[in-house]
């Protein structure tokens, strides 16, 4: 964790939990060895670095390929290790790069439906996502984040009180073998399906 991103996670985990008492439900299922693809909903600016500050560790972000544009924002952007990408339409380099850090050990944040929800209700995933999985090959980790779209929804112009949870689903390896009879464009809908089907099925514990 270089410098830059240790400063951003300590200042994004104090925020979580000091102004919005960010919780952890399956904290556990944090905790492994080996790459992963972490995918999750997508409600609000705050759902990267209020993700990224659960793990004790570094992870990568995916962040709009435009945004390095600005020499200042972008030299930000990659110290606190976002990869960037074109968000209509995933470009060889991005891909190449996600590989090359799950191949290393290392875990990339995802969200499945491409952008941010309007309303805070799921989104269909999109086809991108499961071409990543696809040429990942990886285990991926479902999360869903609840509480950041009622602290800061997509058009806000200030933060709200709100509690934020973490649920954490189980890590799974999609069965790839299975799945090779299907023509790319069927299995990378299926794959974006199929995480996008666990990621719903972590609602909000009663």
Known sequence: MN?????GHRLFRETAHGLFDFRIINQAGLHFNGPALI???HVSFLDPPFIGQAFDEAIHFFARKSLFANPLVGRILRSWQSIPIDR??????SLKTTIRILKNGGRVLMFPEGTRSYDG????????VGLFIAKAAAPVLPVRIHGTYEALARGAKCLHPATITLV???LYKPDLASLSHLPPKDLYK????????RIAALPLPV
């Open 168 to 170: 954490v689903g189980d």
């Open 121 to 128: 209700n799921l989104l269909p995933a999109e086809p991108g």
């Open 88 to 93: 209509d339409k995933p470009d060889p380099s």
């Open 190 to 197: 299926h794959l974006a399906d199929e995480v996008m089907t």
């Open 39 to 41: 995918c999750s909903n």
């Open 3 to 7: 410098l830059s991103y240790a400063i």
